[in-house]
């Protein structure tokens, strides 16, 4: 009786144990948000904070991906999330890229205090893109940690669509500046 008792104790114990928690950078679209750290603190490379991993309620996707979705899903909601300048193709320094038709323009910068302009869509597919990758899944992350369900981060920015049956797919979807 004792050898049963001692082992229901520890498959009890070894089933309510928790696992160490692991740590990711706070998402800033470079290499480093793939590093696992064991403890809170700083990212040593880019100098975010690292958050709990299962906190990250986001996937990533490509723009071939993207163009699919699109295709399937007509009521998905694109959000834009760099400067309004980019946006429109009105910035006076570098490229702007274009920007997808239909799609929403939140600067990252103004998201958190923007965000019932789109609590409608907490239920609804919403891809998220920037320029480069590194605003837009910061913007994911928040999104997810304000309970919007079905959030997408598009890898790379509009400044990475380069094939041509991205850019074939997109052009339906997509206008140049």
Request: proline share 3%; aromatic share 6%.
């Given at each position: 009786?004792?050898?049963i008792v001692a082992s229901l104790f520890l498959?009890?114990?070894?089933?309510?144990?928790?696992?160490?928690?692991?740590?990711?950078c706070l998402p800033c679209g470079?290499?480093?948000d793939q590093q696992i750290h064991k403890e809170p603190?700083?990212?040593?490379?880019?100098?975010?904070?690292?958050?709990?991993?299962?906190?990250?309620?986001?996937?990533?996707i490509s723009f071939e991906e993207m163009c699919?979705?699109?295709?399937?899903?007509?009521?998905?909601?694109?959000?834009?999330?760099?400067?309004p300048e980019e946006f429109n193709g009105t910035r006076e320094e570098g490229e702007t890229y274009g920007h997808f038709k239909k799609?929403?323009?939140?600067?990252?910068?103004?998201?958190?205090?923007?965000?019932s302009e789109l609590e409608k869509y907490k239920n609804t597919e919403i891809l998220v893109y920037c320029s480069h990758s590194h605003r837009s899944p910061r913007a994911s992350y928040l999104l997810?940690?304000?309970?919007?369900?079905?959030?997408?981060?598009?890898?790379g920015g509009v400044s990475t669509i380069?094939?041509?049956?991205?850019k074939e797919c997109l052009k339906n979807f997509y206008q140049a500046h």
């Open positions: 009786m004792k050898y498959a009890f114990s070894l089933a309510n144990a928790q696992s160490p928690k692991e740590y990711v470079q290499d480093c603190g700083n990212c040593p490379h880019c100098g975010m904070k690292l958050i709990e991993k299962s906190t990250l309620k986001f996937g990533n699919a979705r699109l295709k399937a899903n007509p009521k998905v909601v694109l959000l834009d999330v760099r400067s799609a929403i323009n939140i600067n990252i910068t103004e998201l958190e205090a923007r965000l997810g940690t304000k309970g919007f369900k079905n959030v997408k981060n598009v890898s380069s094939s041509s049956a991205a």
